[in-house]
């Protein structure tokens, strides 16, 4: 068996590899999820890259990795996170992508993608609106419910980070340009502009940072290469002593926090300067909340008009042809109707 991952897994990791997936179909942990649509792709929620995330994250400790696994797959089944992806309203999407790191349709040297976000952005609107959700129930799905779903942030925010994880990763693993094709791409580079941050920014939230960074390790673990943290003042070291207790150590790990005079030579190093946020120095003119603007090998790879170069707002997942192929259906509902619009279908080589 092939490890197909960003870094190729050692000889008794493959074992370990082997052991643990045998280990969770015996526990019916592989079975697919109950609301996935008949062709829906199983990418970024039970295929090999995501179940070596988790084993990964405990350090190849087979025991540990199988409990990660099956809590993660217990939370998005109790908080109806595959069917919300499906009926979520675009607006609520929409929203959420301004309180999160979003894919800015480029890619990091060795393929990754690059999300970004300002934190001067988390104002007190965003975090009154994550503070208030805190203390509504979780949506719950019916069938006979004809309303639009009216979800809490946390799942809102979670099947915000599904779009990365189902539907981004794969199609930056698809692409034909990139160096080590057999290795798939299960983690993306964070980019945040970090000059407004402050004591009082960093005390208002600090639930929203200790609740986001528990979702990502408990159910997106190793999702994260590199979180690079620009423009920051000499003082910001104060601010993160304060907010550090409130992340999850392993991501509080992957945090690089850079004066302005170190953010260019830095992220030169992982990422083309063109593909910088200009906001960071660089000479890309993507600005948080927008949608992606795709480089030009993504724009070609999937086929898209000439004059199009994003991706319609809302969610997208990865359905599977009876041709091998795969199309990128754009989903979520608005106006009561669920969307089902076809983006794109790309050949698998």
């Given at each position: 068996?092939?490890?197909?991952?960003?870094?190729?897994?050692?000889?008794d990791?493959?074992?370990?590899?082997?052991?643990?997936m045998?280990?969770?179909?015996?526990?019916g942990?592989?079975a697919?999820?109950?609301?996935?649509?008949l062709?829906?792709?199983?990418?970024g929620?039970?295929?090999?890259p995501?179940?070596l995330?988790?084993?990964?994250?405990?350090?190849?400790?087979?025991?540990?990795?199988v409990?990660?696994?099956?809590?993660?797959r217990?939370?998005?089944?109790?908080?109806?996170?595959?069917r919300?992806?499906?009926?979520?309203?675009?607006?609520?999407f929409?929203?959420t992508r301004?309180?999160?790191?979003?894919w800015?349709?480029?890619?990091?040297?060795?393929g990754?993608?690059?999300?970004f976000?300002?934190f001067?952005?988390?104002?007190?609107?965003?975090?009154?609106?994550?503070?208030?959700?805190?203390?509504?129930?979780?949506?719950?799905?019916?069938?006979?419910?004809?309303?639009?779903?009216?979800?809490?942030?946390?799942?809102l925010?979670?099947?915000?980070?599904?779009?990365?994880?189902r539907f981004?990763?794969p199609?930056?693993?698809?692409l034909?340009?990139?160096?080590g094709?057999?290795?798939?791409?299960?983690?993306?580079?964070y980019?945040?502009?970090?000059s407004?941050?402050g004591?009082?920014?960093?005390w208002n939230?600090?639930?929203?940072?200790?609740?986001?960074?528990?979702?990502?390790?408990?159910?997106y673990?190793?999702?994260i290469?590199k979180i690079?943290?620009?423009?920051?003042k000499?003082?910001?070291?104060?601010?993160?002593?304060f907010?550090?207790?409130?992340?999850?150590?392993?991501t509080?790990?992957?945090?690089?926090?850079?004066?302005?005079s170190?953010?260019?030579?830095t992220?030169?190093?992982y990422?083309?300067?063109?593909?910088?946020?200009?906001?960071?120095?660089?000479?890309?003119?993507?600005?948080?909340?927008?949608?992606?603007?795709?480089e030009?090998?993504?724009?070609?790879?999937?086929?898209?008009?000439?004059?199009?170069?994003?991706?319609?707002?809302?969610?997208?997942?990865?359905?599977?042809?009876?041709?091998g192929s795969?199309?990128?259906?754009?989903?979520?509902?608005e106006?009561?109707s669920?969307?089902?619009?076809?983006?794109a279908?790309?050949?698998?080589?």
């Open positions: 068996m092939t490890v197909t991952n960003d870094e190729q897994a050692a000889p990791q493959e074992e370990c590899l082997e052991k643990f045998d280990t969770c179909l015996q526990k942990l592989l697919r999820f109950e609301s996935l649509e062709r829906d792709s199983c990418d929620l039970l295929d090999q995501t179940l995330r988790f084993l990964t994250a405990r350090k190849f400790d087979h025991d540990e990795a409990k990660h696994f099956e809590a993660a217990k939370f998005r089944e109790e908080k109806h996170l595959i919300l992806y499906d009926l979520v309203q675009i607006s609520d929409e929203n301004s309180m999160f790191f979003h800015t349709g480029r890619r990091g040297k060795k990754h993608p690059i999300c976000f300002d001067d952005c988390l104002d007190k609107r965003a975090l009154a609106r994550w503070d208030t959700s805190r203390t509504t129930a979780y949506w719950n799905y019916s069938q006979t419910d004809t309303a639009p779903p009216d979800p809490h942030m946390l799942q925010t979670s099947v915000f980070v599904d779009s990365i994880s981004v990763m199609l930056c693993s698809m034909p340009d990139r160096a094709q057999s290795a798939s791409i299960s983690s993306s580079i980019l945040a502009d970090g407004q941050i004591l009082k920014m960093a939230a600090k639930s929203f940072a200790q609740e986001v960074s528990g979702l990502l390790s408990t159910s673990p190793e999702t290469e690079f943290v620009g423009n920051d000499s003082w910001a070291t104060n601010v993160w002593r907010i550090k207790p409130y992340i999850d150590p392993i509080a790990q992957k945090i690089v926090f850079l004066l302005p170190e953010v260019i030579p992220l030169r190093e990422i083309d300067e063109s593909n910088i946020p200009v906001q960071l120095g660089g000479g890309h003119s993507f600005t948080h909340g927008q949608l992606p603007d795709l030009e090998e993504i724009h070609r790879y999937l086929g898209l008009n000439s004059k199009t170069r994003t991706l319609p707002p809302g969610p997208i997942k990865w359905i599977e042809e009876t041709t795969k199309t990128a259906l754009a989903v979520g509902s106006a009561g669920e969307r089902a619009d076809r983006i279908t790309v050949e698998l080589s």
